[in-house]
């Protein structure tokens, strides 16, 4: 009878892949039903095959792991993981790629923190918690090693046959809706983090490599203007800044009042070479361009810091963000994002200020020509409201949900806006910082983000797409510069020349060769057609 009881008992397998393909993939049915037009009995020709080909593919993955104590382990893992994917690809409109995976991986602690919700903790209990205790609690009958193994291998002989068939005889159809909407395979829930984790692992077992040099034979040119009177470069790497929402840049709200009065220059058309701080600072920082950048060697490749050190430039990082991404592990860096500063910090962390703590002195201590990189917390969400001082609520009310599609849209514009005139604030001050040095040095400030964001356009928030199907918000940033008097007059720069070029397409390839130019350092591996003020040189 005992016996009889526990063959009554539905299959693991079969029970967990039907429950993530009905229940956890929310997201993807939504929009294939966009795709199609609905349900129908016509679009049911359609959706039958395709449905069984993901139970038949989940059945085929869970089955390698069909021996004892590893299959519910497996399944407990899948499932909950599956929920919070679910949750995010719902709330967010995100897409599970290596990047997303690596981004999150690379989430700190307090950026996870303004993530929970109440609503996010009853989606996990019911959509990946429930059915996890009601696998773990199965009682399983389990073979022999060797007669599990066969029928694993039966298991897998069958699926795999099926999958082959059904895919042979719909294979036109599945070929064109795949073709016109390559979104689809990010949103197949959970193929798409085992797609994903094989990416990084792959990656990751790639091995150590040497590392490779860069522009060793980079130095300063001779110049006799500037015997007397050195470089000084603040490169500000912006985070989660859209271009869209910068007044500079044509928005229509006055999110940039201290820049205005500046004499800066914008420059409008300016995209990512990511959608994601992970991906995009490697890039940007590199030698590579976006179409042949890879991420695995840009991590034993020297970057633009790199030849900077070549050539003898003083190279600091500063940071208040989660790390640099190894770009700074070969020159100093210092992370101010835990400094406890009364009035510099809140309750979990600091304002993008404190980059500017104490910076002074190391200034005064400088011998040479310096490049000072300062690494903003900028405007990274879902928590806005939480990036600047309460004195910069300019725009209200404010979103101060993590949810933030329980928000009305205004006010997710209007925390996200705030962020944005905090760093024009900053930058701001960034500029009076050099202004102070200008007596001794020939002082630059170049600002740029490392991505863009969504604020709920076609339901879509935060960053971190795949690159192909990104909106342009996520990739369209600002880069702004300002130049003291004596940096224009010794570099010969024609400012009327910077304000024409204002609209020309650039991206982020740009920076490798603009920092170098804005230094003056000649090396084989600096390009003048990259360096976005080579033209305006006389």
Not at 143 to 162: D, E, V, W
Not at 281 to 300: H, I, L, T
Not at 442 to 451: G, I, K, P, Q
Not at 459 to 465: E, R, S, T
Request: some cysteine; glycine content about 6%; aromatic content about 12%.
């Amino acid at each position: 009878m005992q016996q009889l009881k526990r063959l009554a008992l539905p299959d693991p397998i079969l029970s967990s892949s039907l429950f993530l393909i009905l229940f956890d993939n929310t997201a993807l049915w939504r929009e294939l039903f966009k795709i199609k037009g609905g349900v129908s009995v016509d679009n049911l020709v359609f959706y039958t095959p395709f449905f069984l080909v993901l139970i038949l593919l989940l059945t085929l993955f869970f089955s390698l792991f069909r021996f004892k104590y590893l299959l519910k382990t497996i399944l407990v893992w899948f499932l909950l993981a599956a929920a919070a994917i679910d949750y995010f690809t719902l709330t967010y409109g995100v897409l599970i790629d290596k990047g997303m995976i690596q981004n999150a991986l690379e989430t700190n602690a307090r950026e996870v923190t303004e993530l929970l919700t109440w609503r996010m903790f009853f989606h996990l209990l019911i959509f990946g918690g429930i059915p996890a205790v009601l696998i773990a609690r199965m009682r399983l009958i389990h073979k022999p090693a060797l007669r599990q193994l066969f029928s694993n291998f039966s298991t897998l002989l069958i699926c795999g046959g099926l999958i082959i068939g059904l895919c042979y005889f719909f294979y036109g159809d599945y070929t064109s809706i795949y073709r016109n909407n390559r979104q689809l395979r990010y949103l197949i829930n959970p193929v798409n983090l085992v797609d994903a984790s094989v990416s990084i692992l792959k990656h990751q077992l790639r091995g150590r490599h040497p590392l490779i040099p860069v522009g060793t034979d980079a130095r300063l040119a001779d110049d006799p203007k500037h015997a007397g009177k050195k470089r000084l470069t603040v490169l500000v790497l912006g985070e989660t800044a859209r271009a869209a929402n910068f007044a500079l840049d044509g928005y229509a709200r006055p999110t940039n009042p201290y820049l205005s009065r500046e004499p800066v220059f914008s420059f409008t058309n300016v995209h990512s070479c990511g959608t994601a701080t992970a991906a995009s600072v490697p890039c940007m920082f590199s030698g590579f361009s976006q179409e042949n950048y890879d991420p695995a060697k840009a991590e034993y490749t020297e970057n633009v810091l790199d030849v900077l050190s070549h050539a003898g430039v003083k190279v600091l990082w500063r940071n208040n963000n989660d790390g640099c991404k190894n770009v700074c592990k070969r020159v100093s860096s210092e992370d101010l994002s835990h400094l406890k500063l009364a009035d510099l910090c809140g309750a979990e962390e600091c304002y993008d200020e404190v980059l500017l703590y104490r910076l002074q002195a190391y200034v005064d201590a400088l011998t040479g020509n310096g490049v000072i990189v300062l690494h903003q917390k900028g405007s990274h969400g879902p928590g806005y409201h939480l990036r600047h001082p309460p004195g910069f609520k300019v725009f209200s009310p404010e979103c101060h949900q993590a949810n933030l599609n329980d928000c009305t849209p205004q006010e997710v514009i209007n925390a996200y806006d705030n962020t944005i005139v905090y760093t024009d604030f900053f930058l701001e001050k960034v500029i009076q910082f050099l202004k102070k040095n200008a007596a001794h040095y020939d002082t630059a400030l170049l600002y740029v983000s490392d991505h863009g964001e969504s604020l709920g356009e076609n339901n879509v928030y935060l960053h971190g797409l795949p690159y192909f199907v990104a909106p342009d918000a996520q990739k369209h940033v600002p880069l702004i510069t300002w130049f003291s008097k004596d940096f224009i007059a010794h570099n010969k720069i024609d400012s009327d020349c910077l304000h024409q070029h204002k609209d020309t397409s650039y991206s982020h390839e740009n920076l490798f060769h603009s920092l170098l130019g804005l230094m003056n350092v000649k090396t084989n591996v600096y390009n003048a057609k990259l360096d976005i003020f080579a033209t305006c040189k006389a």
